[in-house]
């Protein structure tokens, strides 16, 4: 009989187990909502929060001060005058993507915010961790570095040397929606272009669909200004989630439609090409 | 040799099993080890309750056993039904997209025009489908969810409980026949 209620109570643990494991939920993923919201990839419109955090000291006797930063013009920013940067051992700069991108500087007796302009390294890393369902965390430490010093005798010596060195980590769940690369190429070169959902064109802008050339005046590109791309490159590649965009092209007032449909499953959508007329 | 014990006891491991390894039909999104546990959960509690109970079978009348292995039966083809009929009804695909998409059993809360979900997921997309149900469908589609859940785990329970009650009433023939002998 013992044995019975114990080979029973085995076999419950461990579904229990694999019950427990699955049980866990998600946080609620703000990072998936403002991926919806990001038809051209460019992270200047993600960030909702930013905040500074800086370090004094360890343990139960350190000092920790964050401060929010979360600009109002999306211009420059300068830390407190109060604020002695050099007494803090540790800076973490936090960025929440939704609604704007900074970069932290320290520069001689300067710390300031300034736009974050995204280097060819940096974003394939971004898009790395928006694979992973990123949130970034811009991060300054100490890092123990090795170097030879040469001696006046000719002799080596190896010495170690704390570095301030900024890393980059990620946070949060992988989001659900899927991250395909696209691309737009169209002529002649030099129009704007607007990658706007096809829900957002209808529902959000009132628009027609499919749409219409009539319809498109200064105010409704000042509305869509929302969705236009930052790039210049011609073809445009950018990232783009499984739904149907309307890509608008505008070169000084000629207008030209296209419908764009990123699928995991037809790779030939995701390559289009528009010739303005 | 009473080979329904052991048929009760691999109905009641193998499909949870398969679950795990190979989804078996599930829907879309749903998650195979959940499901798996609560399968495996379930047919070991009915497993386990006639195995702590096995030596007082004798007294178990024969006719009702019989009547309660053809409900069991009957209820596990019935749960079966009624899972093919809520798979096709909560699952949409299409030809645009070629991605099957998990959707509640009804729509509520916000109007999504004309044509229902297979429409808006025709016309939008497998994300714009996917942000509609995370953000204004999360009540009808974690009731959907529960319902498929409760559904399919019924299937495997019926399914054990039949192979169980065999079992049982041939331990209690059995039990009748030496008493008999005996006397």
């Known amino acids: ?277 | 040799m009473n080979y329904f014990k052991w048929l009760s006891g691999l109905v009641a491991l193998i499909p949870g099993l398969i679950i795990l390894q190979k989804g078996l039909a599930l829907p879309p999104g749903f998650s195979p080890l959940l499901l798996a546990a609560l399968v495996e959960i379930s047919c070991c509690f009915v497993v386990a309750i006639a195995w702590l109970n096995e030596k007082s079978v004798g007294r178990l009348n024969l006719t009702k056993l019989n009547r309660s292995v053809l409900l069991t039966a009957l209820a596990f083809i019935v749960c079966l039904f009624c899972y093919l009929i809520l798979l096709s009804l909560t699952t949409i695909n299409s030809p645009s997209w070629g991605k099957l998409m998990s959707i509640p059993l009804w729509e509520s809360g916000m109007i999504i025009g004309e044509g229902g979900f297979q429409n808006y997921y025709n016309k939008y997309g497998v994300d714009e489908l996917t942000y509609l149900l995370q953000t204004k469908y999360k009540g009808p589609v974690l009731i959907t969810e529960v319902i498929v859940y409760i559904n399919f785990i019924l299937i495997f329970v019926f399914l054990t409980l039949t192979f169980t009650l065999l079992w049982l009433r041939h331990e209690a023939k059995e039990k009748k026949q030496n008493l008999v002998k005996k006397v």
């Open chain 1, 1 to 277: 009989m013992l044995t019975k209620i114990l080979l029973i109570f085995f076999v419950f643990a461990t579904c229990l187990k694999g019950l427990g494991q699955t049980l866990v939920l998600a946080p609620e993923d703000s990072v998936q909502i403002a991926l919806m919201k990001l038809p051209d990839s460019s992270f200047h419109k993600l960030v909702e929060k930013m905040y500074l955090q800086f370090f004094r000291g360890k343990g139960p006797g350190g000092q920790q001060i964050t401060i929010d930063i979360m600009p109002p013009n999306n211009k420059l920013i300068v830390l407190p005058e109060t604020l002695k940067v050099e007494n803090y051992n540790n800076i973490i700069f936090i960025v929440d993507f939704k609604g704007f991108l900074y970069e932290y500087f320290h520069s001689g007796n300067e710390e300031m915010l300034s736009d974050f302009n995204i280097s060819e390294n940096e974003k394939s890393l971004l898009q790395w961790l928006k694979t992973l369902g990123m949130g970034t965390v811009k991060k300054s430490q100490m890092v123990r570095e090795q170097r030879t010093i040469k001696n006046g005798d000719g002799t080596e010596q190896i010495q170690y040397v704390e570095v301030e060195k900024e890393v980059t980590a990620n946070y949060y769940d992988a989001p659900a929606y899927s991250i395909i690369s696209c691309s737009v190429s169209y002529e002649p070169s030099g129009a704007d272009v607007y990658v706007v959902p096809r829900r957002e064109w209808i529902e959000t802008f009132k628009l027609a669909d499919p749409p219409d050339e009539k319809e498109i005046n200064i105010n409704v590109l000042r509305k869509l200004s929302y969705f236009k791309i930052n790039k210049v490159e011609n073809p445009l590649r950018i990232e783009l989630n499984e739904k149907t965009y309307v890509v608008l092209f505008n070169l000084g007032g000629k207008l030209s439609f296209k419908y764009l449909l990123p699928s995991t499953a037809f790779k030939e959508r995701n390559i289009i090409s528009a010739k303005l007329k």
